[in-house]
């Protein structure tokens, strides 16, 4: 699929996080340390182990790209599919993925997770919210600590804020995974980049 969107003139920066990996290598590395950054650091060489593991799936139509964000554009003219992760120790890979976003101009934001979008306090799921809301919600849950679960980065949700992006969030379903490429209607929510 995304193959198919590239071929057609539309630009992919894939930002993959260090998902079962990284937590298998940070829950070993708590047994020696107690150190965020050493932990981080595990984290982020995780993203790349993926990042790599996901080219050899695209093959040649991709690249594995680490870097600092402002040189996205160039590699964008380079390559339709762009492979990345994390960046710097206590930097999220939402941080990094709205960093990257901002800086490539990109139109909006897509986030593929496990739940099938955001939900509210009340356990709701809701289909579409304002940024500011969801910037409440990262507030709460944002605890700055190696694999902490929280619903989006709250520096990433202030970028997203500023750079007036639109913010898809969605499970692994295809059929919503094209829609929110295409922003068409799909199952999960969208966060007006305003509001």
């Known amino acids: 699929m995304i193959k198919k969107h590239a071929s057609r ?22 047994e020696f340390t107690e150190s965020q950054y050493v932990k981080d650091n595990i984290g982020i060489q995780t993203t790349y182990l993926n990042a790599w593991l996901l080219h050899s799936a695209f093959g040649n139509s991709s690249v594995v790209y680490r870097g600092d964000p402002n040189g996205i554009r160039s590699e964008i003219k380079n390559s339709n599919i762009i ?4 960046i710097i120790p206590g930097i999220s890979t939402d941080t990094v993925t709205m960093l990257l976003a901002e800086s490539a101009d990109a139109t909006h934001v897509i986030n ?4 099938k979008g955001i939900y509210n306090e009340k356990g709701k799921f809701v289909d579409a919210m304002g ?11 944002d ?3 190696a694999r902490s679960n929280f619903v989006f980065d709250v520096i990433a949700c202030k970028i997203a804020k500023r750079s007036n992006t639109e913010l898809h969030f969605l499970d692994k379903s295809i059929k919503n995974i094209e829609g929110a490429i295409s922003r068409r209607k799909h199952g999960g ?3 007006r980049p305003k509001g």
Do not use: C, N
């Open 131 to 141: 940024i500011d809301e969801l910037l409440a919600l990262a507030m709460k849950g």
């Open 9 to 30: 003139g539309t630009s992919f920066v894939i930002v993959v996080g260090g998902g079962f990996t990284s937590k298998k290598y940070i829950t070993a590395a708590s």
């Open 143 to 145: 605890t700055r600590v």
């Open 112 to 115: 593929v997770s496990t739940p």
């Open 189 to 191: 929510t969208v966060i």
């Open 83 to 86: 492979i990345t992760g994390g």
